[in-house]
C-alpha cells in the first residue's frame, strides 16, 4: 500500500520512479560503479528507493544510518557486527574497545564483503564527515574494489563536500562516482499517487481533495503518503491539518537543529525568503555583510533548506515555510 508511512522495502508499496529504478540497478550491476550517490531533499523517497532496488535485485547488503553514528568507534562497531551477523564472523569484541579500532583491523570481515561483491549502504553520509569517516570510506573503495558503496543524502551540498568534490584535499576526491537525484514528484504524478493510493486503500479521493492536498504539501511524496494514511482514519480537511501539523513540527526541528546556536539569525533569513525572494531583498532585512549573508545562504542551500532557481529563492520544503 503506497499510503503506508514506513520507509518502503518492496517493489508493490512503491509508486513509479521507474526510470531511477532502472538507473540505480544499472549501476549496481555495472562493475565499473564502485560508489553511487542519491543526492534529494528531505522525504523525497531516497532511503525507500534503495531499500526497493536491493530487494528487488535479491542483493545482499549492509546498511548503516548514520544518523545512529555517534563516534568513529561507533561506525566501526556497527559494521563490523553487521558484518557478524552476515557471516558471524565474530570479531573479537574485546579488541573492539581497545585503542586500535580502526577498518584495518577489520579487514577479513572487508575481505568478505569483497569476495562476495556486497554492497554497503551508507544513508544521510553527510553527517559523517564531521567524524572525518570520509577517510574510511575512501579506504574501503581504494582497497575492497568489490564493494559496491553507495550513499545518500538529503543535504546534496554536504553530500558533494563529503564525496570531495571540488576539494583536491578530500580524502574521496577524485573518486568515480555515478550520481543520482530524487525530487519532488511533478503535479500530475503527485495526482496519481494520491489517486492510486487512495484506490488502493478503497477511500477513492475525489480530484477537488487531490488538488487540494497537492496545493499544500507540494509533490513531497513523504508529505503525501502521510496524508493518505491520516485519510485511513479521518476525513480530508482533518488529515490535512494533521499532515501539516506534525510535518511543519519535523521539519521545524530539523531546521532549528541545522541552526544551531545561530537559530535567531537564520530563522530571519527564511522569513525574509517565504514566498520566494531575491537577493536584494533579503540582504535588506539583514544587518550582516555580503559575505556573511553569502555564507549563511549557501549553507541552507547545501543543507537542502533553501533553492535558488534563476536567481530566486525558495524554501524547499511547504511544511518548512508553514512552520516559520
Ligand atoms: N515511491 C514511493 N511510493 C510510495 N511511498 C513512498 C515512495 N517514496 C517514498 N515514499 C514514502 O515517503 C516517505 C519518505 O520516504 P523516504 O524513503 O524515507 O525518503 P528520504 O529517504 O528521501 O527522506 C516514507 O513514508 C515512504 O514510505
Ligand atoms: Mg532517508
Known amino acids: 500500500m503506497y499510503f503506508n508511512p514506513q520507509v518502503k522495502d518492496n517493489r508493490n508499496d512503491f509508486f513509479n520512479f521507474e526510470v531511477i529504478q532502472e538507473e540505480l540497478k544499472k549501476a549496481i550491476l555495472d562493475k565499473n560503479t564502485p560508489l553511487i550517490a542519491i543526492y534529494g531533499l528531505r522525504r523525497t523517497g531516497k532511503t525507500s528507493l534503495i531499500?526497493?532496488?536491493?530487494?528487488?535485485?535479491?542483493?545482499?547488503?549492509?546498511?548503516?544510518?548514520?544518523?545512529?553514528i555517534s563516534s568513529r568507534?561507533?561506525?566501526y562497531k556497527t559494521l563490523s557486527d553487521e558484518i557478524d551477523k552476515l557471516k558471524r564472523f565474530k570479531i573479537d569484541k574485546f579488541t573492539l574497545k581497545g585503542v586500535g579500532l580502526s577498518l584495518n583491523f577489520m579487514k577479513k570481515g572487508l575481505d568478505y564483503l569483497n569476495k562476495h561483491k556486497f554492497v554497503l549502504v551508507i544513508d544521510e553520509a553527510?553527517?559523517?564527515?564531521r567524524l572525518h569517516l570520509d577517510n574510511s570510506v575512501?579506504?574501503?573503495?581504494?582497497?575492497?574494489?568489490?564493494?559496491?558503496?553507495?550513499?545518500?543524502?538529503?543535504?546534496?551540498?554536504m553530500l558533494k563536500t563529503f564525496l570531495g568534490k571540488n576539494n583536491a584535499k578530500a580524502p574521496l576526491y577524485g573518486r568515480a562516482v555515478f550520481e543520482l537525484q530524487t525530487g519532488r514528484l511533478n503535479k500530475e504524478n503527485g495526482f496519481t499517487f494520491l489517486k492510486e493510493?487512495?484506490?488502493?486503500a478503497k477511500i477513492n479521493f475525489t480530484d477537488e481533495e487531490i488538488m487540494t492536498a497537492i496545493?499544500?504539501?507540494?509533490?513531497?511524496?513523504?508529505?503525501?503518503t502521510k496524508y493518505g494514511w491520516y485519510r485511513l482514519k479521518y476525513a480530508p480537511k482533518e488529515s490535512l491539518r494533521r499532515t501539516i501539523e506534525e510535518g511543519s513540527a519535523l521539519a521545524k526541528e530539523e531546521?532549528?537543529?541545522?541552526?544551531?546556536?545561530?537559530?535567531?539569525?537564520y530563522k530571519k533569513i527564511m522569513k525574509s525568503i517565504k514566498g520566494g525572494a531575491r537577493w536584494d531583498e533579503i540582504k535588506k532585512q539583514m544587518q550582516i555583510s555580503d559575505k556573511q549573508l553569502d555564507s549563511m545562504m549557501n549553507r541552507l542551500i547545501d543543507s537542502g533548506f533553501v533553492e535558488k532557481i534563476e536567481?530566486?529563492?525558495?524554501?524547499?520544503?511547504?511544511?518548512?515555510?508553514?512552520?516559520?
Open 215 to 224: 496545493k499544500d504539501l507540494d509533490g513531497i511524496i513523504g508529505w503525501l
Open 138 to 157: 575512501a579506504f574501503i573503495y581504494d582497497n575492497f574494489p568489490n564493494i559496491k558503496i553507495i550513499v545518500s543524502g538529503s543535504e546534496s551540498g
Open 197 to 200: 493510493g487512495s484506490k488502493q
Open 255 to 265: 531546521f532549528v537543529k541545522f541552526a544551531s546556536k545561530a537559530e535567531t539569525r
Open 311 to 324: 536567481g530566486v529563492y525558495t524554501i524547499a520544503d511547504p511544511l518548512l515555510e508553514a512552520s516559520l
Open 51 to 68: 531499500r526497493v532496488v536491493l530487494n528487488s535485485m535479491s542483493k545482499k547488503f549492509i546498511w548503516i544510518d548514520s544518523r545512529d
Open 73 to 75: 568507534d561507533d561506525f
Open 126 to 129: 553527510q553527517l559523517l564527515k
